[in-house]
């Protein structure tokens, strides 16, 4: 199952891996990316993480977590250790958050026509059962003034 979710990079002799995600981040939502060393089994590794080529942060748990992605996060990411290596670059790929004003529309269109005819027959089930007593009150007030 983690294979699934994120994809691993490695370097050349696969001592370095930079684990990311292989889906799309949801903009709004969390990113993390861990820098590994692989020997024998991956663990952290100290490490600088990079973004197209630019130093992001050195860190000394080889993770970084973005907390609310945006659009502008998207792009290619690797970490470097100065005497283990650096990974091949991942691309982070970014897609709008999933909330639209044109996901609200389709979804009111499609739940109007169920509210019209809830509406219509909640009426009519009302004026049915409140018929019988206004006639029964009309026939009262007729007798009466006979």
Wanted: hydrophobic fraction near 35%; charged fraction near 20%; aromatic fraction near 6%.
């Amino acid at each position: 199952m983690f294979q699934q979710c994120f994809s691993s990079s490695l370097s050349d002799d696969g001592a370095v891996i930079l684990d990311s995600p292989v889906h799309p981040v949801t903009e709004g939502g969390p990113l993390t990316l861990h820098c590994l060393h692989r020997d024998p089994k991956p663990s952290n590794l100290p490490a600088e993480l990079y973004k197209e080529g630019s130093l992001l942060q050195t860190q000394t748990t080889g993770e970084m977590t973005i907390r609310t992605v945006s659009k502008s996060d998207e792009g290619l990411y690797h970490c470097k250790h100065p005497e283990k290596g650096e990974s091949p670059q991942s691309w982070i790929s970014v897609r709008g958050a999933s909330f639209s004003v044109f996901n609200l529309l389709s979804s009111l269109m499609a739940v109007s026509p169920y509210l019209l005819v809830s509406i219509v027959l909640g009426v009519k089930c009302y004026r049915a059962r409140a018929g019988p007593d206004e006639e029964k009150r009309t026939k009262a007030v007729t007798e009466a003034g006979a």
